[in-house]
């Protein structure tokens, strides 16, 4: 799905060709705000490029023996899934900025009316991509609210727990995303807050933890650079997601 709606998102640009008047030097603005939004940029990017903890649990079912361990199929898959990655992200950041400079929208789709099928389209291949995705990242949410149901508060486990905590979460989401609109924004402060500790950081210190490799080793410098870069991407990315997000709600907030 993300390499259809990709692909017409770019293709789309490409035939529609330059705005008039296209412009693609910096929009004036403070030097403060542009920090942020530079914070919020590597948080969006980050996003886009931290699917390490889904890449675990589908690794966690792959059978594994001494003779054919599960890394083998399992690193040839990541490769692949980060080539496919980058052909969806780049022709679309590329070719967006240059029919449109630098007043491109954070969802390209939004500057096209016509041909409304077309448009239509990729907007229900993003809908059907965000609707198989949110079951995979929610779905071990659901399962720690549910232990913590059982174990802490004593609620017997059934059907009637499930619906109960998956519909009010399902709620909770659907009225954080009508609440604060802002998809750059939110792709900025999930980036770094959400994904940047299980995908840059905290992988590396479970690693040194296990394995011990000798200090100011290759590996040792290696994994410490990833933790340090790791905690400065979530921290300036969250900072500037929040940021962001507070600054539009100021002017947006509901309208």
């Given at each position: 799905?993300?390499?259809?709606?990709?692909?017409?998102?770019?293709?789309?640009?490409?035939?529609?060709?330059?705005?008039?008047?296209?412009?693609?030097?910096?929009k004036?603005?403070t030097?403060?705000d542009?920090?942020?939004?530079i914070?919020?940029a590597?948080?969006?990017?980050?996003?886009a490029?931290?699917?390490?903890?889904v890449?675990?649990?589908?690794?966690a079912?792959?059978?594994?023996t001494h003779?054919?361990?599960?890394k083998?199929?399992?690193?040839?898959?990541?490769?692949?899934?980060?080539?496919?990655?980058?052909i969806?992200?780049?022709?679309v950041?590329?070719?967006?900025?240059?029919?449109?400079?630098?007043?491109?929208?954070?969802?390209?789709?939004?500057?096209?009316?016509?041909?409304?099928?077309?448009?239509?389209?990729?907007?229900?291949m993003?809908?059907?991509?965000?609707?198989?995705?949110y079951?995979?990242?929610?779905?071990?949410?659901?399962?720690?609210?549910?232990?913590?149901?059982v174990?802490?508060?004593?609620?017997?486990?059934?059907?009637a727990?499930?619906?109960?905590?998956?519909?009010?979460?399902?709620?909770?989401?659907?009225?954080?995303?009508?609440?604060?609109?802002?998809?750059?924004?939110?792709?900025?402060l999930?980036?770094?807050?959400?994904f940047a500790?299980?995908?840059f950081f905290?992988?590396?210190?479970?690693w040194?933890?296990?394995?011990?490799?000798?200090?100011?080793?290759?590996?040792?410098?290696?994994?410490?650079?990833?933790?340090?870069?790791?905690?400065?991407?979530?921290?300036?990315?969250?900072?500037?997601?929040l940021r962001?997000?507070?600054?539009?709600a100021?002017?947006?907030?509901?309208?």
């Open positions: 799905m993300s390499l259809s709606y990709s692909t017409i998102a770019w293709v789309a640009c490409l035939a529609r060709g330059r705005v008039e008047n296209v412009s693609y030097a910096y004036k603005t030097s403060t542009l920090m942020f939004k914070f919020n590597i948080g969006q990017i980050s996003f490029f931290a699917s390490h903890a890449a675990l649990e589908i690794q079912i792959i059978p594994s003779e054919k361990p599960s083998i199929p399992m690193w040839k898959g990541i490769i692949g899934a980060y080539i496919i990655n980058a969806c992200y780049f022709p950041a590329l070719v967006g900025y240059w029919a449109f400079g630098r007043d491109v929208e954070d969802n390209v789709l939004m500057e096209f009316e016509r041909p409304s099928w077309l448009i239509a389209s990729a907007n229900l993003v809908f059907i991509h965000v609707v198989g995705s079951q995979v990242y929610a779905m071990p949410i659901f399962d720690l609210i549910e232990k913590v149901m174990k802490r508060f004593k609620f017997p486990l059934g059907v727990l499930r619906l109960v905590v998956r519909s009010t979460y399902v709620a909770f989401t659907l009225l954080f995303g009508v609440t604060f609109p802002f998809f750059g924004d939110l792709l900025g999930f980036g770094g807050f959400g500790p299980t995908a905290l992988p590396s210190i479970m040194l933890i296990i394995k011990k490799p000798k200090r100011f080793s290759t590996y040792w410098f290696i994994n410490w650079a990833s933790i340090y870069v790791g905690v400065c991407i979530m921290l300036a990315s969250t900072i500037g997601g962001n997000i507070i600054t539009d100021s002017t947006k907030f509901y309208t």
